[in-house]
């Protein structure tokens, strides 16, 4: 990857397209916002493999991710709280519960900040509208 810098931050061209990065939200994505993204985006890739080749169907997984950061100490984030509903019917709880586990020891991004980030990891499961 290489960077270039411009006035208000950085930016990357990847294969999809132009990453602008910025503290400041008004002329790109800010680094905090990119490693939670970054972290969200990878465990819930992971679980949806997981799911799948599991055999368990769901029509919907939704994400929500509560962060906790530390203003004494650079600000830094501490732990991210994640929390996925997955939207299904006839949904075994205890297989969704072994599908999570394993998409946390499978997510690069959750194994590349463990010991300096808590990255805690619930679910819930809701029906479908009939």
Do not use: W
């Amino acid at each position: 990857m290489e960077f270039t810098m411009h006035e208000n931050g950085f930016e990357s061209e990847f294969d999809f397209g132009k990453l602008t990065i910025s503290g400041n939200d008004e002329f790109g994505f800010r680094p905090y916002a990119l490693l939670v993204s970054s972290i969200a985006g990878c465990s819930g890739g992971v679980l949806k493999k997981v799911l799948t080749k599991m055999r368990i169907d769901y029509d919907d997984i939704k994400m929500k991710a509560d962060v906790k950061r530390n203003p004494d100490i650079a600000n830094r984030v501490e732990e991210i709280k994640l929390h996925f509903t997955i939207i299904g019917n006839d949904i075994s709880e205890a297989k969704v519960e072994k599908a999570l586990q394993l998409s946390t020891k499978n997510c690069a991004m959750v194994q590349s900040v463990k010991g300096s980030i808590h990255v805690i990891e619930t679910f819930e499961i809701k029906n479908s509208a009939a």
